[in-house]
Protein backbone atom coordinates (compact mmCIF):
# COMPACT_ATOMS: atom_id res chain seq x y z
CA UNK A 1 0.00 0.00 0.00
CA UNK A 2 1.68 3.25 -1.06
CA UNK A 3 1.47 6.64 1.61
CA UNK A 4 -1.48 8.09 -0.21
CA UNK A 5 -3.55 5.07 -0.11
CA UNK A 6 -2.73 4.69 3.75
CA UNK A 7 -4.41 8.46 4.15
CA UNK A 8 -6.92 8.84 5.94
CA UNK A 9 -8.55 12.01 4.94
CA UNK A 10 -8.41 10.82 1.44
CA UNK A 11 -10.05 7.49 1.80
CA UNK A 12 -12.92 9.07 3.46
CA UNK A 13 -13.15 11.88 1.23
CA UNK A 14 -13.13 9.46 -1.89
CA UNK A 15 -15.80 6.82 -0.08
CA UNK A 16 -18.17 10.31 0.36
CA UNK A 17 -17.41 11.66 -3.21
CA UNK A 18 -17.65 8.31 -5.12
CA UNK A 19 -21.43 8.26 -4.93
CA UNK A 20 -22.04 11.67 -5.71
CA UNK A 21 -19.70 11.21 -9.13
CA UNK A 22 -22.18 8.55 -9.86
CA UNK A 23 -24.81 10.39 -9.39
CA UNK A 24 -23.72 13.05 -11.33
CA UNK A 25 -22.71 10.66 -14.41
CA UNK A 26 -26.34 10.05 -14.61
CA UNK A 27 -27.54 13.24 -14.88
CA UNK A 28 -24.93 13.68 -17.57
CA UNK A 29 -26.21 10.44 -19.34
CA UNK A 30 -29.98 11.21 -18.92
CA UNK A 31 -29.95 14.95 -19.41
CA UNK A 32 -27.84 14.55 -22.74
CA UNK A 33 -31.14 15.10 -24.45
CA UNK A 34 -32.54 18.54 -23.41
CA UNK A 35 -28.58 19.85 -22.36
CA UNK A 36 -24.88 19.37 -22.85
CA UNK A 37 -23.92 15.76 -22.14
CA UNK A 38 -24.44 12.20 -23.24
CA UNK A 39 -23.95 8.57 -23.54
CA UNK A 40 -20.06 8.88 -23.86
CA UNK A 41 -19.30 11.85 -21.58
CA UNK A 42 -21.43 10.45 -18.56
CA UNK A 43 -20.22 7.07 -19.43
CA UNK A 44 -16.71 8.35 -18.96
CA UNK A 45 -17.61 10.06 -16.17
CA UNK A 46 -18.93 6.95 -14.06
CA UNK A 47 -15.74 4.84 -14.78
CA UNK A 48 -13.83 7.88 -13.18
CA UNK A 49 -15.97 7.19 -10.07
CA UNK A 50 -15.06 3.54 -10.15
CA UNK A 51 -11.47 4.10 -11.07
CA UNK A 52 -10.77 6.45 -8.47
CA UNK A 53 -12.39 3.91 -5.83
CA UNK A 54 -10.01 1.06 -7.09
CA UNK A 55 -6.89 3.80 -7.32
CA UNK A 56 -7.32 4.12 -3.55
CA UNK A 57 -8.91 1.18 -2.05
CA UNK A 58 -6.91 -1.26 -4.32
CA UNK A 59 -8.03 -2.92 -7.52
CA UNK A 60 -9.21 -6.23 -5.77
CA UNK A 61 -11.48 -4.18 -3.64
CA UNK A 62 -12.67 -2.33 -7.16
CA UNK A 63 -13.08 -5.79 -8.60
CA UNK A 64 -15.07 -6.29 -5.89
CA UNK A 65 -17.39 -3.32 -7.04
CA UNK A 66 -16.64 -4.37 -11.34
CA UNK A 67 -16.18 -7.63 -11.10
CA UNK A 68 -14.04 -8.99 -15.17
CA UNK A 69 -17.39 -10.46 -15.64
CA UNK A 70 -19.99 -7.84 -15.14
CA UNK A 71 -17.47 -5.64 -17.08
CA UNK A 72 -18.03 -8.00 -19.88
CA UNK A 73 -21.75 -8.62 -19.71
CA UNK A 74 -22.12 -4.76 -19.74
CA UNK A 75 -19.76 -3.53 -22.34
CA UNK A 76 -22.08 -6.30 -24.62
CA UNK A 77 -24.75 -4.82 -23.20
CA UNK A 78 -24.58 -1.33 -23.99
CA UNK A 79 -23.84 -2.22 -28.06
CA UNK A 80 -27.13 -4.71 -28.10
CA UNK A 81 -28.85 -2.44 -26.53
CA UNK A 82 -28.56 0.01 -28.98
CA UNK A 83 -28.64 -1.90 -32.01
CA UNK A 84 -31.73 -3.50 -31.11
CA UNK A 85 -33.18 -0.14 -30.96
CA UNK A 86 -32.35 0.19 -34.46
CA UNK A 87 -33.49 -3.04 -35.29
CA UNK A 88 -36.94 -2.69 -33.42
CA UNK A 89 -37.52 0.05 -35.79
CA UNK A 90 -36.92 -1.93 -38.73
CA UNK A 91 -39.83 -4.58 -36.95
CA UNK A 92 -42.27 -1.75 -37.01
CA UNK A 93 -41.54 -0.73 -40.28
CA UNK A 94 -39.53 2.16 -40.34
CA UNK A 95 -36.24 1.78 -41.61
CA UNK A 96 -32.62 1.25 -39.42
CA UNK A 97 -32.51 3.57 -35.96
CA UNK A 98 -36.12 5.96 -37.25
CA UNK A 99 -37.23 6.31 -33.94
CA UNK A 100 -40.62 7.94 -34.82
CA UNK A 101 -41.62 4.39 -36.79
CA UNK A 102 -41.99 2.59 -33.48
CA UNK A 103 -45.67 3.22 -33.06
CA UNK A 104 -45.59 3.15 -28.63
CA UNK A 105 -47.11 6.67 -27.99
CA UNK A 106 -49.47 8.51 -29.76
CA UNK A 107 -46.92 11.24 -30.60
CA UNK A 108 -43.80 10.08 -33.02
CA UNK A 109 -41.73 12.49 -31.65
CA UNK A 110 -42.13 11.71 -27.65
CA UNK A 111 -41.72 8.32 -28.67
CA UNK A 112 -38.24 8.96 -30.55
CA UNK A 113 -37.57 11.48 -27.53
CA UNK A 114 -37.60 8.32 -25.24
CA UNK A 115 -35.60 5.84 -27.70
CA UNK A 116 -32.85 8.60 -27.96
CA UNK A 117 -32.64 8.23 -24.32
CA UNK A 118 -32.35 4.90 -24.36
CA UNK A 119 -29.45 4.91 -27.07
CA UNK A 120 -28.08 7.21 -24.63
CA UNK A 121 -27.91 4.66 -21.83
CA UNK A 122 -26.66 2.28 -23.98
CA UNK A 123 -24.01 4.25 -25.05
CA UNK A 124 -23.13 4.85 -21.19
CA UNK A 125 -23.26 1.24 -20.01
CA UNK A 126 -20.76 0.51 -22.84
CA UNK A 127 -18.31 3.23 -22.40
CA UNK A 128 -18.05 2.74 -18.38
CA UNK A 129 -17.40 -0.90 -18.99
CA UNK A 130 -14.41 -0.42 -21.23
CA UNK A 131 -13.22 2.72 -19.35
CA UNK A 132 -12.98 0.24 -16.15
CA UNK A 133 -11.69 -2.81 -18.24
CA UNK A 134 -9.38 -1.03 -19.44
CA UNK A 135 -8.13 0.56 -16.05
CA UNK A 136 -8.07 -2.54 -14.70
CA UNK A 137 -6.06 -4.46 -17.44
CA UNK A 138 -3.39 -2.15 -17.45
CA UNK A 139 -2.54 -2.11 -13.79
CA UNK A 140 -0.38 -4.39 -12.35
CA UNK A 141 -2.38 -7.34 -10.39
CA UNK A 142 -2.06 -7.30 -6.67
CA UNK A 143 0.56 -10.17 -6.39
CA UNK A 144 3.05 -8.48 -8.06
CA UNK A 145 2.94 -5.97 -6.16
CA UNK A 146 3.25 -7.66 -2.92
CA UNK A 147 6.21 -9.05 -4.64
CA UNK A 148 7.97 -6.10 -5.76
CA UNK A 149 7.71 -4.82 -2.11
CA UNK A 150 9.37 -8.19 -0.54
CA UNK B 1 15.12 16.74 -26.01
CA UNK B 2 13.31 18.02 -23.14
CA UNK B 3 14.15 21.57 -24.60
CA UNK B 4 12.94 20.40 -28.28
CA UNK B 5 9.53 19.31 -26.83
CA UNK B 6 9.07 22.78 -25.21
CA UNK B 7 9.85 24.42 -28.46
CA UNK B 8 7.48 22.11 -30.05
CA UNK B 9 4.70 23.03 -27.90
CA UNK B 10 4.97 26.45 -27.62
CA UNK B 11 5.05 27.10 -31.65
CA UNK B 12 2.09 24.78 -31.47
CA UNK B 13 0.49 26.85 -28.97
CA UNK B 14 1.54 29.93 -30.79
CA UNK B 15 0.00 29.08 -34.20
CA UNK B 16 -3.39 27.52 -32.26
CA UNK B 17 -3.61 30.90 -30.80
CA UNK B 18 -2.93 32.93 -34.05
CA UNK B 19 -5.30 30.88 -36.14
CA UNK B 20 -8.32 31.31 -33.50
CA UNK B 21 -8.72 34.89 -34.00
CA UNK B 22 -9.96 33.95 -37.35
CA UNK B 23 -12.81 32.07 -36.20
CA UNK B 24 -16.25 33.80 -36.68
CA UNK B 25 -17.60 35.36 -33.38
CA UNK B 26 -20.06 33.66 -31.56
CA UNK B 27 -23.48 33.87 -32.98
CA UNK B 28 -21.90 35.50 -36.26
CA UNK B 29 -24.60 35.40 -38.56
CA UNK B 30 -22.40 35.32 -41.90
CA UNK B 31 -20.28 32.26 -40.36
CA UNK B 32 -19.86 29.12 -42.70
CA UNK B 33 -21.69 26.91 -40.10
CA UNK B 34 -25.03 29.38 -40.36
CA UNK B 35 -24.73 30.04 -43.99
CA UNK B 36 -24.43 25.91 -44.62
CA UNK B 37 -28.29 25.34 -46.48
CA UNK B 38 -28.37 21.77 -43.50
CA UNK B 39 -28.25 24.62 -40.66
CA UNK B 40 -31.90 26.39 -41.00
CA UNK B 41 -33.50 22.89 -41.47
CA UNK B 42 -32.01 21.22 -38.66
CA UNK B 43 -32.65 24.55 -36.62
CA UNK B 44 -36.40 24.12 -37.86
CA UNK B 45 -37.02 20.63 -37.95
CA UNK B 46 -34.89 18.59 -35.52
CA UNK B 47 -37.57 19.39 -32.52
CA UNK B 48 -40.43 18.07 -34.28
CA UNK B 49 -38.80 15.56 -35.96
CA UNK B 50 -36.82 13.70 -32.95
CA UNK B 51 -38.13 14.62 -30.12
CA UNK B 52 -35.35 16.34 -28.23
CA UNK B 53 -34.84 20.36 -27.95
CA UNK B 54 -31.13 19.63 -28.14
CA UNK B 55 -29.65 19.80 -31.21
CA UNK B 56 -26.68 18.19 -31.28
CA UNK B 57 -27.75 15.46 -29.31
CA UNK B 58 -30.61 15.22 -32.29
CA UNK B 59 -28.17 14.91 -34.82
CA UNK B 60 -25.76 12.62 -32.43
CA UNK B 61 -28.28 9.77 -32.22
CA UNK B 62 -31.10 10.28 -34.57
CA UNK B 63 -29.93 11.87 -38.12
CA UNK B 64 -26.47 10.07 -37.26
CA UNK B 65 -27.43 7.55 -35.36
CA UNK B 66 -26.18 5.00 -38.04
CA UNK B 67 -22.60 6.77 -36.83
CA UNK B 68 -22.92 6.61 -33.32
CA UNK B 69 -23.56 2.86 -33.51
CA UNK B 70 -20.22 2.56 -35.20
CA UNK B 71 -18.63 4.66 -32.90
CA UNK B 72 -19.64 2.88 -30.04
CA UNK B 73 -18.64 -0.52 -31.75
CA UNK B 74 -15.15 1.02 -32.01
CA UNK B 75 -15.21 1.80 -28.21
CA UNK B 76 -16.78 -2.25 -27.43
CA UNK B 77 -13.82 -3.46 -29.97
CA UNK B 78 -10.78 -1.48 -28.95
CA UNK B 79 -12.03 -2.60 -24.99
CA UNK B 80 -12.15 -6.10 -26.00
CA UNK B 81 -8.71 -6.01 -28.04
CA UNK B 82 -7.07 -4.83 -24.94
CA UNK B 83 -8.59 -6.99 -23.01
CA UNK B 84 -7.61 -10.14 -25.35
CA UNK B 85 -3.82 -8.51 -25.12
CA UNK B 86 -3.26 -7.71 -21.55
CA UNK B 87 -5.58 -9.94 -19.61
CA UNK B 88 -3.86 -12.22 -17.22
CA UNK B 89 -5.82 -15.76 -16.63
CA UNK B 90 -5.20 -17.90 -13.90
CA UNK B 91 -3.41 -21.32 -15.23
Do not use: W
Request: charged share 15%.
Amino acid sequence: MSKIQESVIIRTVVRIMVPFIELFALYVIMHGASGPGGGFQGGVIFGAAIILYAMIYGIAEGKKKMSDSLDRILASAGLTIYAATGLACIVFGGMFLQYNAVPLLSDPALVSKYLIDLVEIGIGITVLAVMISLFFDVSPPESDVEEAKE
Amino acid sequence: MKTLALFVVVITGAMLIYAGHDLPAFGDINSPAYQAPMTQYFIEKSLPESGVPNIVTALLASYRGYDTLGETAVIFTAGMAVMLLLRRRET
